[in-house]
């Protein structure tokens, strides 16, 4: 199984599904929006996330929806920075920060963030530079088609398993180029970046087909579009969804689990957790 290792010597295993909460310090999320804008409510839910069993706090300043606007530069940092350097004075828990801008990078690994969460796959300017730079910093790459703005402007693909691999193949490739440790990468299909209904369940049912590159995966299905189309459910209507999907996604090998509902989603783990391995007292 995989080990990741993090900053100042410490190391995440992966022996079984790590559940990363998300929190969205920005005004426009799709799902929660608004909610942690001020720092005091952004430390109390990271402090409930990790109670719930959350052991990576996903930070994220730029809302990547389906038709979000950019975000400034000094504007994601006012927003990401304070919560990394507030929840690092009182935790030692492993912090991602969601950006694909490298000044962003920089200053949240100085702020004591462990991982780089990148939906644009170091792709953006000074991105795989700014990486390269912290060795010990694991990195998740996500396959993305097209942008926020537009990338759900109807989605499509030659050959959706073949093409997204060939998208990770050249970014895994990009990465040593640049001297980045392929040991240090994890892979995001990328649910609902680019991909219709059929799209996002035809990932959903192959996800094992990604092992083909020996690299964690991790899978952000939380609360998506793909449920409220299938099932004609509002985004708070859509935690049972969220907790099939990722039942299925830990079934197909996923090793971290990118969701909102952490309580939920832990809960459900454990369960089929003891159902594969028996229940230790």
């Keep these: 199984m995989y080990e990741l290792r993090l900053p100042k010597g410490r190391t995440l295993s992966l022996d079984k599904p790590q559940v990363m909460g998300i929190l969205n310090v920005t005004p426009d999320s799709f799902s929660d929006g608004g909610h942690f804008t001020h720092l005091d409510s952004a430390i109390e839910q990271a402090n409930l996330m990790l109670s719930q069993g959350a052991t990576i706090l996903d930070i994220g300043g730029e809302s990547t929806r389906p038709g979000a606007p950019d975000v400034q530069l000094e504007e994601e940092l006012q927003r990401v920075i304070p919560v990394i350097k507030a929840i690092r004075t009182h935790s030692n828990c492993v912090i991602s920060v969601d950006t694909s801008k490298a000044e962003v990078m920089k200053q949240a690994i100085e702020a004591g963030a462990d991982i780089i969460n990148d939906v644009r796959a170091l792709q953006e300017p000074g991105a795989l ?24 402007n109807n ?44 799209h996002n369940f035809q990932i959903l049912g192959g996800l094992d087909k990604f092992h083909a ?23 708070h209507e859509r935690v049972a969804a969220s907790l099939a999907g990722a039942l299925i996604c830990v079934q197909k090998g996923a090793h971290i689990i990118r969701v909102h509902d952490v309580k939920e989603t832990s809960d459900a783990l454990n369960v089929w957790l003891a159902s594969v391995n028996g229940v230790t007292q």
């Design 155 to 198: 989605p499509h693909y030659d050959d959706l398993f073949s093409d997204i691999s060939q998208f990770f193949k050249a970014r895994i490739s990009a990465c040593k180029q640049a001297g980045i440790d392929i040991n240090r990468l994890i892979l995001d299909p990328g649910f609902g970046f680019g991909k219709s209904l059929e």
């Design 213 to 235: 590159f020996d690299l964690p995966i991790l899978t952000g299905l939380s609360r998506k579009s793909m449920f409220g189309q299938l099932l004609t459910r509002e985004t």
């Design 129 to 152: 530079e700014a990486a390269a730079q912290y060795r010990d910093v694991p990195i998740c790459l996500m396959h993305m088609q097209g942008q926020p703005r537009s990338m759900q």
